[in-house]
């Protein structure tokens, strides 16, 4: 049982009065962990406690806690070039952008920041300057997924589909609509899965018609709807929305910042749909998260409209001063060949698929409603009843989670507490996680389930 020690006590004093936490209300019953050291998919708290991380930080640490290899490789590229703007040109942006566009499997261009939400900022950007650019001046609007995440900033915060994330801070920035996602386990009584997807799809089509075609700039969608519930689209869906999109010349981002980097099972996440997004962002996997860094993937004919300059403004006049760090870069490539060297976008499949397995036995379980996955990522939405599918309580979703922790074991849960849905525990852990770690997750979890709730 893990518990805090000595250690703790005195760090969350000083916590508590100098640290202004990520999204959690700090709570005297649950004070954070204090994370010491990490290797492999185990994280060692302050007091030497050892917790399996079930969720790669933030979905983020894709190969694993502790490679030295990504250490050295932006230390040697610290001492030799630890800095040039990307107004200019250095050899690991370069090496890099050649690498996504290789594993992106198509002609892309790549923009770097630093962060998801500013990857999905510059996509705004893009999109909107490339329908100037090509004389569509009234194309606009953005039209994203209820229960999508896509940033924090106030842009990619007002593509964002979840209401408590952006209660209290509105009015964000305009032109952004929402449609319902597919969430079939949701979908109306006696309706198959097949057609509640094309209704899904034909909301968008509907919206852009209403709206007027030549006013829509854009979709943005994650493949799967990861932290707003793992909610995993059927093949017709997407294969829908891409035929509507390149039908009103609206163009198809995809948000790749946690599907990416063989979370999948593949190594993009669109990929496992056949889909040929026109532009692609992502962050997290892209350096497991041992850096910050991130990358707008645009294809290439897009990009080659930004070269008509007859009005003096036809350039992406962004800058971002850290985007594409050198030592982030060179960090980036060598943990993109670590994923090659040991297979691990191959493996994340098998372990989603062991994980999945693992655990459906809880779809007995009085609390468990459904349990999705996709690659190595996993929801368990509970619920109060099963008969009616109400959503679980809060209390029930935090307990669970807090005695997955007693037992060493960290979990996540997708959360929009405004619109009633906080109720599916999130699982992802490293791809590199070994199968007693994957074991350890299915026992531990299995026990918590079946022991109190
Ligand atoms: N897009 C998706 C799908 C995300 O899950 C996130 C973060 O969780 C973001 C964008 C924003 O990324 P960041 O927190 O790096 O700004």
């Excluded at 994280?43 to 990504?70: A, F, Q």
């Amino acid at each position: 049982m893990q518990s805090l020690g000595k250690e703790s006590e005195a760090a969350i004093k000083k916590d508590q009065r100098y640290l202004w936490h990520n999204i959690t209300p700090y709570s005297e019953q649950s004070p954070p962990m204090i994370a010491a050291s990490a290797s492999g998919s185990w994280v060692t708290d302050v007091d030497g406690n050892k917790y399996l991380d079930g969720m790669s930080g933030l979905w983020c640490v894709n190969v694993g806690y502790g490679r030295k290899e990504l250490a050295e490789a932006a230390y040697n590229q610290l001492l030799s070039l630890p800095y040039f703007p990307l107004t200019q040109s250095h050899m690991p942006a370069i090496a890099l952008a050649e690498k996504l566009n290789e594993w992106l499997e198509g002609d892309y261009v790549i923009f770097f920041s630093n962060s998801g939400s500013e990857a999905n900022e510059a996509a705004f950007k893009i999109v909107r300057q490339y329908h100037q650019q090509t004389g569509q001046h009234y194309r606009s609007k953005l039209i994203a997924r209820y229960r999508g995440y896509h940033g924090s900033s106030l842009g990619a915060l007002s593509a964002t589909g979840q209401a408590q994330r952006k209660y209290k801070y509105e009015p964000l920035a305009a032109g952004f609509l929402h449609v319902a996602p597919p969430d079939s386990y949701r979908r109306p009584a006696g309706m198959t899965v097949e057609a509640f997807n094309l209704q899904c799809a034909q909301a968008i089509e509907d919206t852009i018609v209403w709206e007027g075609a030549e006013t829509v700039a854009a979709v943005i969608m994650e493949p799967v709807i990861t932290g707003g519930g793992v909610i995993v689209p059927e093949q017709i869906y997407l294969d829908r929305v891409q035929e509507i999109c390149r039908k009103y010349g609206v163009l198809l981002i995809m948000d790749e910042v946690i599907c990416g980097f063989g979370r999948s099972g593949r190594k993009f996440g669109h990929q496992n749909f056949g889909i040929k997004p026109d532009i692609v962002t992502m962050a997290k996997g892209l350096t497991s998260a041992y850096l910050p860094l991130s990358a707008t993937a645009v294809r290439k004919d897009i990009y080659e409209a930004f070269k008509d300059s007859s009005d003096g403004y036809g350039h992406f006049r962004h800058v971002n001063t850290f985007g594409g760090n050198p030592a982030a870069c060179a960090l980036a490539l060598c943990n993109l060949e670590i994923m090659e060297q040991e297979q691990l976008v191959e493996r994340a499949d098998i372990l989603g698929q062991r994980l999945y397995s693992g655990l459906s036995g809880l779809l007995d379980h009085k609390l468990v409603g459904d349990i999705r996955s996709f690659g190595l990522i996993l929801g368990i939405e509970l619920v109060a009843d099963k008969a009616t599918r109400q959503p679980a309580g809060l209390d029930t979703v935090k307990g669970i989670i807090a005695d997955c922790k007693a037992k060493g074991l960290i979990i996540g849960k997708n959360g929009d507490t405004v619109a009633g849905f906080n109720n599916v525990l999130t699982l992802a852990p490293p791809l590199s996680s070994t199968d007693s770690d994957i074991q350890f997750i299915v026992d531990t979890l299995t026990a918590v389930l079946n022991g109190s709730w």
